[in-house]
């Protein structure tokens, strides 16, 4: 069976609130049918492929960087003053 559009269209439209792995998963449906396809169909599945992957890779979180970086790190920070007993 080759994709069509209405197929598509429900891809994208599910995909808006999808899961990182659904997201995947229509990735995947979408690739193994662009071939079977007609131009037209082609086209738009290329179009949502696009789509889909940003989806997914703004789903994934980044891996966190191995040193602590500050916004100013040339700014301290001043020890309390101590209230003499």
């Not at 979408?30 to 290329?46: C, F, N, P, W, Y």
């Not at 979180?61 to 100013?72: G, H, K, M, R, V």
């Amino acid at each position: 069976m080759s994709m069509t559009k209405e197929a598509l269209d429900m891809i994208e439209l599910d995909a808006a609130c999808a899961s990182a792995p659904i997201l995947d998963h229509y990735v995947s449906v979408v690739r193994e049918s662009i071939a079977d396809a007609t131009h037209e169909v082609q086209e738009h599945a290329r179009a949502l492929l696009l789509k889909l992957e940003h989806l997914v890779t703004s789903q994934r979180a980044e891996p966190a960087a191995a040193t602590q970086e500050y916004l100013a790190p040339w700014l301290t920070l001043a020890e309390p003053e101590r209230a003499a007993a």
